[in-house]
C-alpha cells in the first residue's frame, strides 16, 4: 500500500481537533506545487509532519483529486514523535518506499504506551488498545525442591481461566526455536499436500494476549537452564527488553507469527513486526544444581528479575505438615534429616561441608529442598527415601565424596541395602529406626 510524507506547517495544529469518525476535505494550492495531492489514490496512506520535524500522525485518503483529498484521520500521535530524516525530503507531499514506511510505522510503535492495530485494508480508524500492565519477567532459581513451580502457581492462582491465560513448557536439549516460535509444516489434504504455519506456544500465548488486552497472560517455562535458551528463543531475544510502559523496546520481523497475530493484510502494512504487549508476563524456573545443563549467559540474564527461592519452609498449614513428616520407619523427622537438630547436622550441612572440603563450592547447590520430596498423609515414604533421595545424593550431591557415608557403603545397592536393614547410612547424620511394625502413622505432621 503506497504511503507519503505530508508536510504542511498551518495545518498540523489543527490535526488532534479533527474526528476520527468523521469524512473531511482539504483543498491546497501552493506557490512550489500546483497540483500537490495529483500522485495520490485512494487508500494510500500521509504522514503528517509538523513544522518541527516531528510525525503528527496518519491519514488515510478517500477519494483525491489534484489539489484536494478526502480523507479519514487513523491515528494521532500525542506530541509527535522525531523524525530526522525529514531534512531529506523537499515537498509537501513525498513519496516513501516500503522500507521507510516500517522505519516510520516503528519509530510510531516504539512511542506508544499501546500497540496500533493498523487497519490499512478497510480505511476504518486505528483503534489503540488499552493493555493492562502484566510485563514481569522471572526467573526463579534456587535448589531442587525448594517451591519454585509452586511459587509460580501462587502467582497465577487467581486468573479468571487459568487453562486460557497461561501456557507451560519445558525446555530441554532436544527443545528448538521451531517447537517453541513455529515451523512451517505438511499438511495432507486428499491427495494433495499444502504446508502451513504451525504455532508453537510462544505464539499462542502472543496472540491471546493481543486478542485479550484486558486480560493477563502467562507464559511460563520450566527449566529454562536444561535447553539452550540462547538457541530456543533466537531473534525473540530481542523481544525481552520493555519500556516503561510494558512493550518491548524493539521489534522483530517474522511473517508467519504477525499473520498470526494480525492476519495477512494487517500484518503486511505493519511490516511484519512483532512486539511483547504488556499484558503478558514469562516466568521460569531454574535448577542451581543440574549436571549437564546450558549456561544462561549474562546478555540473557540481564533481561530477567531472577529471584531467588530459599530454601526453608514456610509458616502454613502444608508446610507444617511436610516439615513434621517423619521418614516411614524411622524417628527422623523431614525437618530434622534436612536442616538437624541442635548442634547435630542435617544432609545439607554435610552436603556444603563436603563441597567446601572437596574444593567444588559449587556442589553446595546440591543441597535437598524442602519439597524435594512430598509427604503421603504425614509420612516420607520409605520407598521415595531409597529411590529419589538416596539416588540423589549417591549420584549427585556426593558424586566426588563417598566418605560421607558409613563404613562399607561401596554402591548405590550397599546404601539401599543398609536403610532397608535399618543400619546408619552416614557418618555425621544419625539415624533412629523404630522397632518393626510400630511405624503406622499416629500423631505425625500434627
Known amino acids: 500500500m503506497p504511503a507519503f510524507l505530508f508536510r504542511l506547517d498551518d495545518y498540523s495544529s489543527l490535526f488532534s481537533s479533527i474526528n476520527s469518525d468523521n469524512l473531511y476535505k482539504l483543498s491546497l494550492t501552493t506557490s512550489s506545487e500546483s497540483q500537490p495531492f495529483k500522485t495520490l489514490t485512494k487508500d494510500d496512506w500521509l504522514f503528517l509532519i509538523d513544522d518541527e520535524d516531528h510525525i503528527r500522525g496518519i491519514l488515510q485518503i478517500v477519494q483525491s483529486s489534484p489539489d484536494s483529498i478526502d480523507f479519514k484521520k487513523l491515528l494521532e500521535v500525542g506530541s509527535g514523535v522525531t523524525y530526522s530524516e525529514y531534512s531529506g525530503f523537499t515537498t509537501v507531499v513525498s513519496r516513501i518506499d516500503d522500507r521507510e514506511k516500517k522505519h516510520l510505522i516503528g519509530l510510531i510503535a516504539s512511542s506508544l504506551s499501546d500497540l496500533l492495530d493498523f487497519n490499512g485494508t478497510t480505511g476504518n480508524k486505528n483503534l489503540a488498545k488499552e493493555y493492562v500492565e502484566n510485563s514481569e519477567q522471572i526467573i526463579f532459581y534456587g535448589v531442587p525442591g525448594s517451591g519454585k513451580s509452586n511459587m509460580i502457581e501462587n502467582r497465577t492462582s487467581e486468573l479468571n481461566d487459568e487453562s486460557t491465560q497461561k501456557v507451560r513448557v519445558v525446555f530441554h536439549p532436544d527443545y528448538s526455536n521451531a517447537d517453541f516460535v513455529g515451523q512451517i509444516m505438511p499438511k495432507k489434504d486428499g491427495d494433495s499436500i499444502s504446508y502451513e504455519f504451525k504455532a508453537g506456544p510462544f505464539t499462542m500465548i502472543l496472540k491471546k494476549a493481543y486478542d485479550n488486552p484486558k486480560m493477563p497472560f502467562y507464559l511460563i517455562i520450566e527449566e529454562i537452564n536444561r535447553g539452550n535458551a540462547a538457541a530456543i528463543f533466537g531473534d525473540v531475544f530481542q523481544l525481552l527488553d520493555r519500556d516503561n510502559n510494558g512493550w518491548s523496546k524493539y521489534e522483530i520481523t517474522n511473517e508467519e507469527v504477525s499473520k498470526i497475530i494480525y492476519g495477512d493484510e494487517k500484518a503486511k502494512d505493519i511490516g511484519f513486526n512483532v512486539k511483547l504487549p504488556p499484558n503478558l508476563s514469562i516466568l521460569a524456573t531454574m535448577n542451581t544444581s543440574d549436571q549437564n545443563v546450558f549456561t544462561l549467559d549474562n546478555a540473557f540474564q540481564r533481561r530477567w ?76 515414604k520409605a520407598e521415595d527415601f531409597s529411590n529419589k533421595v538416596l539416588k540423589y545424593l549417591w549420584d549427585d550431591a556426593f558424586h566426588f565424596d563417598k566418605s560421607v557415608f558409613s563404613d562399607g557403603i561401596e554402591s548405590f545397592d550397599k546404601l539401599v541395602d543398609a536403610f532397608e536393614n535399618r543400619k546408619q547410612l552416614f557418618k555425621e547424620l544419625e539415624i533412629e529406626y523404630v522397632t518393626e511394625g510400630t511405624d503406622e502413622p499416629t500423631e505425625a505432621g500434627a
Request: net charge neutral.
Open 305 to 380: 528479575t531472577m529471584v531467588h527461592v530459599k530454601n526453608e519452609f514456610q509458616n502454613d498449614s502444608d508446610s507444617n505438615i511436610q516439615k513434621n513428616s517423619k521418614i516411614k520407619g524411622t524417628e527422623l523427622s523431614w525437618e530434622n534429616f534436612l536442616f538437624g537438630v541442635g548442634d547435630k547436622p542435617g544432609i545439607n550441612a554435610i552436603i556444603s561441608s563436603s563441597s567446601y572440603n572437596s574444593g567444588m563450592s559449587s556442589l553446595e547447590d546440591k543441597r535437598i529442598g524442602c519439597w524435594f520430596v512430598v509427604n503421603k498423609g504425614g509420612w516420607i
